[in-house]
């Protein structure tokens, strides 16, 4: 029998197919389901190969999907090699005029995950040149009241959260939530992400109290949305924890990490990352309420998840070296407590530099073992 050419209606139903798939793979991967979700890109983006051929800019928003998944999963190099080839492909192919919105939308996004990956792998310079590109490309192309702008000023200000840059990532948060209230309805998620975010960013800046309320709307968004048990919800629970942490509300907040801590085993396995992170802040609240053994247990399990997740010279490493340092230096185990906060120290300042508030309080820790003094205090990831 002979072969038939693909008909522009088969096409469209194989392209209407893979975006089903697509859609299905992302709500597995939210879930915590990657092997089933990671399945599902697959055969989309060989759908859409098969419709379109390997090299079509339809296939980039398949491997967008593909690699989002691999995130999820922990598997970061597989994601940022298909990042890449669907920034490729994105950025080499030729589009039609009636496309090119569509195209750059998408560009934009890639833009974004490339750069919130090299965010997540402690690699700021890279992060910072993908993510200020996006916002660029998205004000140029898109107009700057685009909500893909308010989603590239949340994923720069994220970046600048991280590397101590607080009024510039207070001021691209309030940009981006003044443009999607002005678009989104208000149980809309990206409003969870935003106020999520400007709560953390006030957990970082010290002002727990100013934290609150950005946060407990942050969870009562996405539960209501999402339900109690969802990977999100537990983030942002997680999130909400350790701000009362801050004010010393721990018989709030260690309910709450427990919560969390039971939605991520479950969503990702023991081992994933989200589960180091809550261990770590967990153990810190176990320390400051008198539960020594069980601290350093907790401490000890974060750094390996976080050591094989991330490596061993990542940033995040040092904030569980320093809150393990205080535990010994409170423990009266100064030469201990002196290796890890200068490991710690190390990494803080190899990543962000000597003046970031995070490295000067462990600087600040140090100097106080070296004192004798008892005035160290933990750090939050």
């Known amino acids: 029998m002979k072969s038939q050419a693909l008909t522009p209606m088969s096409a469209a139903a194989i392209a209407r197919r893979a975006t089903a798939l697509r859609t299905r793979a992302d709500l597995l991967r939210a879930k915590g389901r990657c092997e089933a979700a990671r399945e599902l890109a697959r055969n989309a983006i060989a759908l859409v190969e098969t419709a379109f051929g390997r090299t079509h800019v339809a296939v980039a928003e398949q491997l967008d999907t593909l690699a989002s998944i691999e995130e999820t999963a922990g598997r970061r190099g ?4 298909h990042y890449l080839r669907a920034l490729d492909l994105v950025e080499n192919s030729p589009v039609d005029d009636d496309a090119a919105l569509d195209v750059a939308r998408v560009r934009v996004q890639l833009l974004r995950h490339l750069g919130s990956l090299h965010t997540s792998l402690g690699e700021y310079a ?3 040149t993908r993510l200020c590109a996006a916002l660029e490309l998205a004000q140029r192309k898109l107009g ?3 909500i893909e702008c308010a989603t590239a000023c949340n994923d720069l200000g994220v970046l600048y959260k991280f590397t101590g840059r607080f009024a510039e990532a207070s001021r691209l948060y309030r940009r981006a939530l003044t443009l999607a209230e002005a678009q989104l309805s208000d149980d809309d998620p990206m409003l969870a992400v935003l106020y999520h975010n400007l709560g953390g960013l006030e957990h970082a800046r010290g002002r727990f109290r100013e934290g609150e309320p950005f946060a407990r709307r942050s969870v009562e968004i996405r539960e209501r949305a999402l339900g109690r048990d969802h990977p999100d919800v537990a983030a942002d629970v997680a999130a909400l924890a350790a701000i009362l942490d801050g004010q010393e509300r721990f018989a709030e907040s260690e309910p709450m990490y427990e919560r969390a ?33 069980e601290a350093e247990r907790a401490y000890l399990r974060s750094l390996a998840i976080k050591r094989k997740e991330l490596g061993a010279r990542h940033p995040d490493l040092a904030f569980t070296l320093n809150n393990l340092a205080y535990l010994h230096q409170t423990e009266g185990r100064p030469r201990r407590a002196a290796v890890l906060y200068g490991r710690a120290l190390a990494l803080f300042e190899a990543a962000f530099g000597r003046a970031h508030p995070s490295t ?9 073992l070296k004192h004798g003094a008892r005035t160290a205090h933990d750090e939050r990831s």
């Open 144 to 146: 700057r009241d685009d």
């Open 360 to 368: 000067l309080a462990c600087r600040a820790n140090l100097d106080a």
């Open 261 to 293: 801590l039971a939605v991520f085993e479950k969503s990702f396995g023991k081992d994933h990352y989200e589960v180091g992170m809550t261990l770590g802040n967990l153990a810190a609240v176990y320390h400051a309420t008198g539960r020594v053994e």
């Open 126 to 128: 890279e992060a910072e």
């Open 78 to 81: 597989h994601a940022q090699k």
